[in-house]
T-cell receptor, first 113, second 106 residues
Framework: DTAVSQTPKYLVTQMGNDKSIKCEQN?????MYWYKQDSKKFLKIMFS???????INETVPNRFSPKSPDKAHLNLHINSLELGDSAVYFC????????????FGQGTRLTVV | KQEVTQIPAALSVPEGENLVLNCSFT??????LQWFRQDPGKGLTSLLL?????REQTSGRLNASLDKSSGRSTLYIAASQPGDSATYLC?????FGQGTTLQVKP
């Protein structure tokens, strides 16, 4: 069983479209994260939810909106996609907010054309 | 604000060598430090987690140390193998270093 799973794995879409990426974890964790890895492979935190509450909201365009329907799911919706949104997006989960061991999904490679 | 730096950015060694990867951080008030491995086109695999109260952790040929006073952690890989080739990242909570890309040549 995959611990943290993201769908889709690949996403190619045109500029201006709206798309969603889904993430689910079966580890029983209460904290989930979205990261963006750019073309230089640098990983940057975007959002974090703890028990469905937003606790980290870094400086990202408000076209990005996370939604956590329950502790096991954290989805990322992106409106009006731009070329610069092309990147790999990673979901992760951990137990608690004090930096316990984090587990990552396999990533979603988003390409905006 | 926490900053995490990894040096070198890239490293190439012959098979069998022991090697050390470095990670430095600016804020010593940490909970723990985690080392990851990332293979090309793949997700991150957790290698070792060192709690702030610990000095080191070992897993197989890997040994990670933590010195909060100097703001440093090292990942020691013994008897490197071509299969160790990957990018190694350290992270403090949600802040990641830039990674060290390791190539082990047969």
């Amino acid at each position: 069983d995959t611990a943290v799973s993201q769908t889709p794995k690949y996403l190619v879409t045109q500029m201006g479209n709206d798309k969603s990426i889904k993430c689910e974890q079966n580890l029983g964790h209460d904290t989930m994260y979205w990261y963006k890895q750019d073309s230089k492979k640098f990983l940057k935190i975007m959002f974090s939810y703890n028990n469905k509450e937003l606790i980290i909201n870094e400086t990202v365009p408000n076209r990005f909106s996370p939604k956590s329907p329950d502790k096991a799911h954290l989805n990322l919706h992106i409106n009006s996609l731009e070329l610069g949104d092309s990147a790999v997006y990673f979901c992760a989960s951990s137990q608690g907010v004090t930096g316990t061991e984090a587990f990552f999904g396999q990533g979603t490679r988003l390409t905006v054309v | 604000k926490q900053e995490v730096t990894q040096i070198p950015a890239a490293l190439s060694v012959p098979e069998g060598e022991n090697l050390v990867l470095n990670c430095s951080f600016t804020d010593s008030a940490i909970y723990n430090l985690q080392w990851f491995r990332q293979d090309p086109g793949k997700g991150l695999t957790s290698l070792l987690l060192i709690q702030s109260s610990q000095r080191e952790q070992t897993s197989g040929r890997l040994n990670a140390s933590l010195d909060k006073s100097s703001g440093r952690s090292t990942l020691y890989i013994a008897a490197s193998q071509p299969g160790d080739s990957a990018t190694y990242l350290c992270a403090l909570k949600v802040i990641f270093g830039q990674g060290t890309t390791l190539q082990v040549k047969p």
